[in-house]
């Protein structure tokens, strides 16, 4: 059997994520009472307890997700163990593939992926810009409807190529909501415009990604222990020197996730684990490729099935 280790992003975050783990196991304990120290305030508690609209902040939700990944993971290395052969977090979910192949450390991504959030919300104003999902079209027709509706300046673009027929556009909230319309027309079954604070993975994130590049230049980057799947290549990366620039690229461009599980096939992976909190990644391999059974970590039942023997033949 061959492994792949996968890390959502933002929108799996939910009230509770982590709690269980934390409550039974020190590694995830000891995760969450890092991050806590790490940023100097209670995340573990926002974790656990809410409110809802405050783990929804951009700035909370970053290190939040990261920090219920690492817990995960620390916990499966503890109780299972195994490494994998490539690893790869969807946006994000990078940074978490990066600490748990030893690239950075878990404080400094914390502190890191906290200011990205922060940086990212403040990059264009509330409501100027905005994402939506066009179900049912070939990336080609949506390119066409993104250089359509892109006009006086204003964008819309491809931000979140996911999986078949599942591609999330981002921009200006005039031309990416005229897409919308546009894409109806030209029959996709179901687009959506997408409750977020801000328009991710898009040129407009420009003044992000300046405000990251100090942050991400600060970082001590060590050697991978396997390579990361970068997002804006869709390659496996196991340079040091090429992190921070992945990084900060990954801020304005699209995250290149159907091409990336691409690569994890056709390295052999017959199957992967996903770490944190929900299940996203697991549908859209689904979608992708379902020669490759993909098992969510995050919960109690969840580290059960994983450790079962026989699982993966289950899944």
């Not at 409550?23 to 790490?38: H, I, L, Q, S, W």
């Not at 992976?269 to 689904?286: C, K, N, Q, Y």
Request: hydrophobic share 45%; with cysteine; proline share 6%.
């Amino acid at each position: 059997m061959k492994l792949a280790f996968l890390f959502p992003g933002q929108g799996s975050q939910r009230v509770g994520m982590g709690k269980e783990l934390a409550d039974n196991f020190p590694a995830a304990r000891e995760t969450f009472r890092e991050a806590d120290d790490a940023l100097e305030f209670p995340l573990s508690r926002l974790c656990f307890e809410g409110p809802e609209d405050e783990l929804r902040l951009t700035t909370n939700t970053q290190p939040a997700m990261v920090t219920a990944a690492i817990a995960a993971l620390r916990v499966y290395r503890k109780e299972i163990g195994g490494e994998p052969e490539v690893a790869a977090g969807h946006s994000l979910g990078e940074y978490s593939a990066l600490i748990a192949a030893g690239a950075i450390g878990f404080a400094d991504a914390v502190r890191a992926v906290r200011e990205r959030g922060r940086l990212m919300q403040e990059a264009v104003p509330m409501g100027q810009g905005a994402m939506a999902a066009l179900i049912g079209l070939e990336l080609q027709q949506v390119r066409e409807i993104c250089a359509e509706v892109s006009v006086d300046g204003m964008i819309a673009v491809p931000a979140n190529l996911n999986a078949p027929g599942q591609i999330v556009i981002a921009g200006h909230a005039a031309p990416v909501r005229r897409a919308l319309e546009i894409a109806k027309e030209r029959g996709a079954p179901m687009s959506v415009e997408l409750k977020v604070s801000a328009p991710f993975h898009c040129p407009l994130m420009q003044p992000a990604r300046d405000g990251m590049e100090p942050v991400l230049r600060a970082l001590k980057v060590g050697e991978l222990k396997y390579g990361v799947i970068a997002n804006v290549t869709a390659e496996v990366n196991k340079d040091p020197a090429r992190v921070v620039p992945l990084l900060l690229e990954q801020i304005t461009a699209p995250v290149r996730w159907e091409e990336s599980m691409g690569v994890v096939a056709r390295s052999g992976v017959t199957d992967a684990i996903e770490f944190g909190s929900g299940r996203v990644l697991m549908g859209l391999m689904r979608r992708i490729n379902r020669t490759i059974r993909v098992r969510p970590l995050e919960d109690l039942a969840s580290l059960k099935a994983v450790s079962e023997p026989g699982a993966a033949a289950k899944a």
